[in-house]
């Protein structure tokens, strides 16, 4: 009915009626078409930097729409590349930039949408602009990157091309509707940025990208015989930059095909154009090795690591093909067959690799063909630990901010976060881990602010105190109702208004401390608060007597109390747990109490050491600790604890467990430190079903040596460890390796220590043997020990062992030598998988640190260096041991101009690529294994 009623009603009209729904088809049509030919770009966002037309413009090659910067940043200058530059660019974004020559920090802000997931990237290039020529100069050219309130990574241009493009990419959760992209300048040459672009993605991507981990892009390849050096955007509907894998001759064996290949999942969305190539290798050949090494200019010391691999078999005959994956000796996935004309990415979920990735990929017995490959991305970690301003705070220290106008004073960014690029004249309170910073001072004394009363202060709930004196403020002092205000300087400006009863109320009460005087409002009113000195002077009165009568007593109470117990020497407990002066201490000091709630009532104990028990324990915010309850009868030695503690605070190292808090009081002394879950050295070494294999062994002995490297060489006094032992080597959730119980042998004197020979320290089978004649304790003390360390690393037996008699380690080493080959002494756990040379190496180095004569024994910066100087060398050992061919191509300095020939279309050339670069970060190598 309905139907036939519409069409007799619209039937005088038809043939209009048909020639708009014409219309209306081919509308459809052309955005099909459209649609097809590019892919939406709703959410992108585009900035050219730099670029000084505040009119939008489309990129000639990618057909995106570029914008100037105005509205996103504060201050900086616009520049040009230098002209001898400008005929080589390939698009406008590299023509222009703007740099950063004031302050220490300059962010961009991104509009966004709270809580979803973005890629966002920045490029650079250089070109000479400023004619200083400062990446050919010879000096180091590098500044920072923060996304929001966390350090990104560094921008090191340092001895690149002019005209290189570099960029940098971070798939990170939006924040807050808005994300911020700061570059830090780290006094090593004025930090700029010439485009920025912001890619929504599907939430479900990347599952691993939450608030609290970002991750920053490391490499991102496709394989197979493909002519772009880039593809990017629309090919890839999220932009991203996949790279063309250099190589692809013999034995490499390209494949391809033009059938569909499906897609199950939406974790990555790859792009079907990027599965319908692959790469494999000539069957007579059985692995390949993919290497993806730090390079020249990244910072790969503290990288960790996150691979995806993209799988799709398109070989047309149904053949098996499976085949390990493997990052070094890691079996990262076993027995892994690729689904035939379907996507298949293989990821370990938040599961980050140390350091440089050696991935490789090896055919199983029963498999027919050889591995293939079609795309992988490799990204580094970046923690997003660090918690942004109170929002409140922050939405009203920016509306004060545009109240008076104060662009010119470089507030920019995050007003709190991170601590030390806060706002200038801002002082927050950090003191709650968990809990985002509050805004307690504000200080625009002498700012030439002028006009009213800006009441967003008065939203503030956390200020205490306000400073804004010395300015041109007109008008009245408003209704400040404010409880958390203690302090309001508002002399000398021009206020002539009336001051409000709560003010007056809160002043009159004692609550705030109020200035008026020099302003027009005092002419008529006659308090304290407009008469400077008076007023000082009572305040200054209070403030200096009442301490200074208190700190009296506590001296004297103190005084009379330490005589008092003199008196009975000790024969109270009570006395041993008796506060000490409280010192300045940076770290919680947590009550009894507290500690029984955050270990549910000390319930499970995780070990036990010479200085007492240690306990699990859950703070507040989830975090793990490890609570150390001193023992009663060392706490009677313990009058250093407390500058002990003080010390240890101060002690910080990626490589040194970290001190969380301590307590001490009546009921008692511990230390909280962070928990680490994969246990100790020894238990790794020694018991469970985990077995380390020889680059993680390494990896960890570098990690100890660096933790006592910094302990001698970089604390002041030095501290001496002195009970180095596998036991007290912790390893976090990625196994690095962390020093704990430093520092405490000086505060809980000798008579704590394993051995009962009360002149003695340390673990027996780790004890210098000098300190048995000379009693001295030095830092080679520490290296004797962690020679035995490295010893128990490459053999897995324990210090003394029995054989059939008990033999001191070293011994043991050199008569298995002695009698036969290195290979004897070597852990049997490791199934001879461990590179040869570096082992000689390694046990040199042992029997090295274990000399009997201090003077012989190398310092732990030697030991560091020796230790890092092997660590490559494994990585390598592979290829070394094979006579197959291998190719070795640096990709680093070659990827701006592979940007620049993607963008300018110039791309069927690639022999540039092989041009003699051999410090390289990418590496791919053929192993035969016939
Ligand atoms: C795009 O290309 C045209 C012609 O090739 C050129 O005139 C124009 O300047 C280019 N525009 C930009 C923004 O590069
Ligand atoms: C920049 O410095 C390098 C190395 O000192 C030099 O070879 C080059 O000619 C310089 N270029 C300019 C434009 O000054
Ligand atoms: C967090 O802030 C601290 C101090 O403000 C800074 O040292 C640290 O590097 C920041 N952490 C991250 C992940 O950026
Ligand atoms: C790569 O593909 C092109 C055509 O797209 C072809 O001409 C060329 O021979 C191929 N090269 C290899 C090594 O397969
Ligand atoms: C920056 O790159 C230069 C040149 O490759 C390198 O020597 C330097 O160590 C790098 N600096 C940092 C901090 O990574
Ligand atoms: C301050 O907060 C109150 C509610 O507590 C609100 O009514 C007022 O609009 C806020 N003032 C400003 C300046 O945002």
Redesign the pocket.
Known sequence: MAISFSCSACSQKSSATKLTWFFALLLILATMIQVRAQPPTAGFVNIDCGWTNSSAYIDNTTRIVYRFDGESVEGGLSHEI?E?FMAGAANEQQKTLRSFPDGPRNCYTLASIIGKKYLLRALFTYG?YD?L?K????SPFLFGLHIGVNFWESVNLTNTD?SDTVWKEVITVAPSNAVSVCLINFGSGTPFISALELRPLEDTMYPFVNTSVSISYFQRFRFGNITDPITRYPTDNYDRFWQRWPDTSYPWINLNTNNKVKSLDNVFNVPSDIFQKALTIDTNYSHMSIIVATGRNQDGKSLQLLPIFHFADINERNLSRRFNIYNAEDLLFPDFSPLRFQMDSKYKSGEFLHADAFFNLSKTPSSSLPPLINALEVYSLVRMDNLTTDSADDKYIKEVKTHYNLAQRNWNGDPCSPREYSWEGLTCDYSKSNQNPRIVTVNLSTSRLRGGFAISFMNMTSLENLDLSHNNLTGAIPDYQLKSLKFLDLSNNKLDGPISDSILQRFQAGLLDLRLEGNPVCSNVKDTYCSKKKNTTSTMLIAVIVPVVLVSLLVVMGILWKLYWKGKSGDDEDSMYEEETPLHIDIRRFTYTELKHITNDFQSIIGKGGFGTVYHGTLENDDEVAVKVLMEKSIAESTDFLPEVQTLSKVHHKNLVTLQGYCQNKKCLALVYDFMPRGNLQQLLRGGDYSLNWEQRLHIALDAAQGLEYLHELCTPSIVHRDVKTPNILLDKNLVGIISDFGLSRAFNDAHTHISTAAAAGTPGYIDPEYHASYQITVKTDVYSFGIVLLEIITGQPPLLMDPQTVHLPNWVRQKIAMGSIRDVVDKRLLDQYDASSLQSVVDLAMNCVENAAIDRPTMTVVATRLKGLLPAVSSEKQSASATPRRTYSMDSEIPRQFQLMISGASNEGSSFQSGHTNGMSQMSLLSGR
């Open positions: 230098s001898e000479n004619g020529n990446t050919m100069d010879g002019p």
